[in-house]
T-cell receptor, first 115, second 110 residues
Framework: GAVVSQHPSRVICKSGTSVKIECRSL??????MFWYRQFPKQSLMLMAT?????????EQGVEKDKFLINHASLTLSTLTVTSAHPEDSSFYIC???????????FGPGTRLTVL | QKEVEQNSGPLSVPEGAIASLNCTYS??????FFWYRQYSGKSPELIMS????GDKEDGRFTAQLNKASQYVSLLIRDSQPSDSATYLC??????????FGSGTKLNVKP
């Protein structure tokens, strides 16, 4: 299979704090991982693409200093939302692509609520 | 112009009918095409991929690709209420850049 996990599945935090979300490919090596954000009743919005061992590529309008992405290994990428504010409350979903493959496999998502 | 366009729906079909979902894309060099299903509050789940012109069948699902018309479709035969979800079309241009449509909401009525 191609299983991707995310942790935590749900997090509630106070405004101004930082939150780290982990994305792991459990049974394959992911050369590329993607981070998406989805607001209620809206489509997926790609935030950034990360390749193992290199800096992430951010989409236009996404602040790289606010959304820190680290892809330290072929099975783990992390997204840190720094100084979170209520408007950052959203459903964050990661996906992973197998090396040489075209398919993306999604993690179960992390629902972030910033009070 | 968006890279991938889908009708947002909702598309309503009775149980047992064929549901037809459509998608157009703008980049002619796109090579890989995918359909994902997303239930409310959940992340997308890959249900079909197609890479060459024609039809590809998997159980009750058939994906159809027409590169000349830049058109991808998904047919769901014998639709079930459990098929009710939002269906996302995705296109990969082989530079590891994926583009998703906004999704079509499907309602299958018992």
């Amino acid at each position: 299979g191609a299983v991707v996990s995310q942790h935590p599945s749900r997090v509630i935090c106070k405004s101004g704090t930082s939150v780290k979300i982990e994305c792991r490919s459990l049974d394959f090596q992911a050369t590329t991982m993607f981070w998406y954000r989805q607001f209620p009743k809206q489509s997926l919005m790609l935030m950034a693409t990360s390749n193992e061992g290199s800096k992430a590529t951010y989409e236009q309008g996404v602040e790289k200093d606010k959304f820190l992405i680290n892809h330290a290994s072929l099975t783990l990428s992390t997204l840190t939302v720094t100084s979170a504010h209520p408007e950052d409350s959203s459903f964050y979903i990661c996906s992973a692509a197998r090396g040489g493959g075209n398919e993306q496999f999604f993690g179960p998502g992390t629902r972030l609520t910033v009070l | 112009q968006k890279e991938v366009e889908q009708n947002s729906g909702p598309l309503s079909v009775p149980e047992g009918a064929i549901a037809s979902l459509n998608c157009t894309y703008s980049d002619r060099v796109s090579q890989s095409f995918f359909w994902y299903r997303q239930y409310s509050g959940k992340s997308p789940e890959l249900i079909m991929s197609i890479y060459s012109n024609g039809d590809k069948e998997d159980g009750r699902f058939t994906a159809q690709l027409n590169k000349a018309s830049q058109y991808v479709s998904l047919l769901i035969r014998d639709s079930q209420p459990s098929d009710s979800a939002t269906y996302l079309c995705a296109v990969n241009n082989n530079f590891n850049k994926f583009y998703f449509g906004s999704g079509t909401k499907l309602n299958v009525k018992p």
